[in-house]
Every structure is written in structure tokens, then in C-alpha cells.
């Protein structure tokens, strides 16, 4: 069974509406990630977590917002949704200081 | 911050040819992932491997901390093993990885 869980699988959003992404890890993990993957940029780091109730910002933070409301629950919000947000997300979790990090399926993107 | 090159960025084999593809990071730190992407999928990890050498079927991974490298060797490939591979070593100050630009594999039949 998946340890590491998204939902939407896919979305499809208009410029300017609000996106929620969510992540479910069922690994007893302290650590959670949002990357995002474009084609020519490989995977980008949005935004981490490693306790509940506190996100830090990853390496392209602008535009996002994350909430961790429990150690099992990760979110990545689009508050005004962009053309250039258009992507695919991953949430992936971490047992220690951000090694070996298991992923999960991915959330298709397209803000039209 | 940590900075990783993969080399080749691409390669194409005939099946049952080997690959060694190559990873190498700036600053020396205690482990590095492999993971494999096929085109649309979600990253698989492959090995995690704090240093040393490492097999899981045709795959071997290899990786040698202290010069700040590591490589993956297929052996015998497979149109199967078509996709992305990607090393991803510990960034130097905070609890992330840092992750290359990827191997881009294609096996003809």
C-alpha cells in the first residue's frame, strides 16, 4: 500500500482561483517536502515541514503558501493561481534531516 | 550550498548493452539517492546509500563519499529501463536534498 499519498491526481484551475494540493504519508515521518518538476528545470523545492503546525520555505517559495496541520498531512496552496504554476507537483516525505525520501504519485497542474 | 552534475545528461543503448551513469556533488556529506522517473511517473527510489557499493538486480550503485561521487551501472538493459535517473545527495545546511538534472535513458529493442 502507498505510503505516500496526493490527491488531486490531476487538476485543471483557472488564472486567479485558489488551488489546494494534499499530501497524506502514512510513514511515521517527521519531514515533508512540495517539489515541483518542469521540463529544462528538474525538481524544485517550494516548501518543507519537519513538525506539524510549522512550514519552512523551500527554494522557489513565491506564489505558494503550505500548511502542515498534523504529522500525517501536507498542503500546498495556490492562493491566486498563475499560468506559469502550470506543473507537476510531488510531496514526498523523510524520516531524517531530509534523507531518503520516499515520494509520492504526483499532481498534474494546468492553470489555463 | 550542495551542487550536483550528471553526466551522461543522456544516452541511448541497444538492449543488453551496460551503462554506468555518473553523479558528483561539491560537498562531501554522508549519503546520496538514486531514484528513476518514467516519462509522466513519480520518482522510484532505487537505492539510498550512505557509501559504499550497493546491488538490487541489475543495478549496482557505488558511491565514494570522500571524492564527492557516485555512480549507477545497469547491467544487461532493458527497453524497461527507458526513463529518467536521478541522484539526489544532502544539501549542506538544511534538511533537504538537492536533486540533478537527471540521465535521460532510452533502450531500443
Known amino acids: 500500500e502507498a505510503a505516500v499519498t496526493q490527491s488531486p491526481r490531476s487538476k485543471v484551475a483557472v488564472t486567479g482561483g485558489k488551488v489546494t494540493l494534499s499530501c497524506h504519508q502514512t510513514?511515521?515521518?517527521?519531514?515533508m517536502y512540495w517539489y515541483r518538476q518542469d521540463t529544462g528545470h528538474g525538481l524544485r523545492l517550494i516548501h518543507y515541514?519537519?513538525?506539524?503546525?510549522?512550514?519552512e520555505k523551500g527554494d522557489i517559495p513565491d506564489g505558494y503558501k503550505a500548511s502542515r496541520p498534523s504529522q500525517e498531512n501536507f498542503s500546498l496552496i495556490l492562493e491566486l493561481a498563475s499560468l506559469s504554476q502550470t506543473a507537476v507537483y510531488f510531496c514526498?516525505?523523510?524520516?531524517?534531516?531530509?534523507?531518503?525520501?520516499?515520494f509520492g504519485p504526483g499532481t498534474r497542474l494546468t492553470v489555463l | 550550498g550542495q551542487q550536483v552534475q550528471q553526466s551522461p545528461a543522456s544516452l541511448v543503448l541497444q538492449e543488453g548493452e551496460n551503462a554506468e551513469l555518473q553523479c558528483n556533488f561539491s560537498?562531501?556529506?554522508?549519503?546520496m539517492q538514486w531514484f528513476y522517473q518514467r516519462p509522466g511517473g513519480s520518482l522510484v527510489s532505487l537505492f539510498y546509500?550512505?557509501?559504499g557499493t550497493k546491488q538490487s538486480g541489475r543495478l549496482t550503485s557505488t558511491t565514494v563519499i570522500k571524492e564527492r561521487r557516485s555512480s549507477l551501472h545497469i547491467s544487461s538493459s532493458q527497453t524497461t529501463d527507458s526513463g529518467t535517473y536521478l541522484c539526489?545527495?544532502?544539501?549542506?545546511?538544511?534538511?533537504?536534498?538537492?536533486f540533478g538534472k537527471g540521465t535521460h535513458l532510452h533502450v531500443l529493442p
Open positions: 514526498a516525505s523523510s524520516g531524517d534531516r531530509g534523507y531518503e525520501q520516499y
Open positions: 510513514n511515521n515521518h517527521d519531514y
Open positions: 515541514s519537519y513538525v506539524a503546525d510549522s512550514t
Open positions: 560537498t562531501s556529506l554522508n549519503s
Open positions: 546509500n550512505p557509501s
Open positions: 539526489a545527495p544532502p544539501d549542506t545546511n538544511a534538511y533537504k536534498v538537492i
